[in-house]
């Protein structure tokens, strides 16, 4: 089992900045793929971005792109997910994710393990 925790969220106002961290516990932090995902109220919950076990590529909704990095630190067990120039539209609670593959969590289907989530405000 893996022990996903998230932290960092809150309210901020458009255009301003958070980071997300994600800390893992259980089996081989290193050994897992790590993604974030979204869900806004009255959606459904959408991919946001991933990274391998390596750190060696990232990947982005075309969404957040250019403003959204995410980042891994396999020494501490932690995925990180630094926002930027922040929309309203990026209001949701945020989950972190972890797969043994980064194709899964790409795709959103058939993921292994969740956090429990953290609410993002952005307000206008």
């Known amino acids: 089992q893996v022990r996903l925790v998230e932290s960092g969220g809150g309210l901020v106002q458009a255009g301003g900045s958070l980071r997300l961290s994600c800390a893992a516990s259980?089996?081989?932090?290193?050994?897992?793929?790590m993604g974030w995902f979204r869900q806004a109220p009255g959606k459904e919950r959408e991919f946001v971005s991933a990274?391998?076990?390596?750190?060696?590529?990232?990947y982005y909704a075309d969404s957040v792109k250019g403003r959204f990095t995410i980042s891994r630190d396999n020494s501490k067990n932690t995925v990180y997910l630094q926002m930027n120039s922040l929309k309203p539209e990026d209001t949701a609670v945020y989950y972190c994710?972890?797969?043994?593959?980064?194709?899964?969590?790409?795709?959103?289907?058939?993921?292994?393990?969740w956090g429990q989530g953290t609410q993002v405000t952005v307000s206008s």
């Open positions: 994710a972890g797969d043994l593959t980064v194709w899964k969590l790409k795709s959103g289907t058939g993921v292994d393990y």
């Open positions: 990274i391998p076990w390596s750190g060696s590529s990232t």
């Open positions: 259980g089996r081989t932090f290193s050994n897992y793929a």
